[in-house]
């Protein structure tokens, strides 16, 4: 993602695997999910870049628009480990809301 406000710029890159469990049935308009996540971060801003890796996991509902298409809306919590160029490693958690479009592949 990346964010500008006035003059900095920060630009954050994740990757990594994603899995989660969704409870209803075939029929189910709205499901239930939860999931677990493990990746590398790249954070870059004006001022300082860093990278590492994150773990979390979190939960929300996915209302579907088709068989294999949904809305998607939960909360997530992450733990983080990065490198910050010049200074010792940082730890860090965060607590976020997102929203999303999610695919499914059967």
Do not use: C, K
Not at 5 to 21: F, M, N
Not at 32 to 51: C, K, L, N, W
Not at 65 to 75: E, Q
């Amino acid at each position: 993602g990346r964010v500008t406000q006035g003059e900095g710029d920060l630009t954050t890159l994740g990757v990594g695997p994603t899995i989660a469990y969704y409870f209803g049935d075939a029929v189910s308009t709205v499901r239930p999910f939860v999931e677990a996540h493990f990746g590398y971060q790249s954070i870059s801003t004006d001022f300082f870049d860093a990278s590492g890796w994150a773990f979390g996991g979190g939960a929300g509902a996915a209302v579907m628009l088709s068989p294999t298409v949904a809305l998607t809306f939960g909360g997530v919590y992450e733990i983080q480990n990065v490198s910050v160029e010049d200074f010792e490693d940082q730890d860090g958690d965060e607590f976020r809301l997102e929203a999303g479009i999610a695919a499914f592949v059967f």
